[in-house]
C-alpha cells in the first residue's frame, strides 16, 4: 500500500498490479549555448544532453544557440547539464 515517507512522498505500488512507482517534477529549461556552428555540433551537444539520467527530452536548436530540456529535478540539474555541454566544449549561460 502506499504511505508517506519521510520527505511527504507515497512510497510504493499503489496497486498490486503495478510493481514500483514514484513521483517526480519534471521541468523544462531554456539553456543558452553558444559555439555550435553546424548540425553536427547540435548532434554533439544533444548526445551528451540525452545522456543525463533523469534527462526525458532535448531539443537543440542551431539557429536559435540553444537547447530545450526536459528533465527530472530529483535526478538532474541545470548546473550537471550546463557542465555536460560544457565539457562537450560549448559554452552556456544563464536562461
Ligand atoms: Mo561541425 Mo561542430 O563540422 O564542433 S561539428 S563545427
Known sequence: GARPDRSGRLAGPPSASVKSWRTFMETTQMIPVTGMT????????????????????????????????????????VRSIRDAIEKAGFGTADA
Open 38 to 77: 553546424c548540425g553536427g555540433c547540435v548532434a554533439s551537444v544533444t548526445r551528451v544532453v540525452e545522456r543525463l539520467a533523469g534527462v526525458r527530452k532535448v531539443d537543440v536548436s542551431l539557429a536559435e544557440a540553444q537547447a530545450l530540456v526536459s528533465f527530472d529535478t530529483d535526478r538532474v540539474s
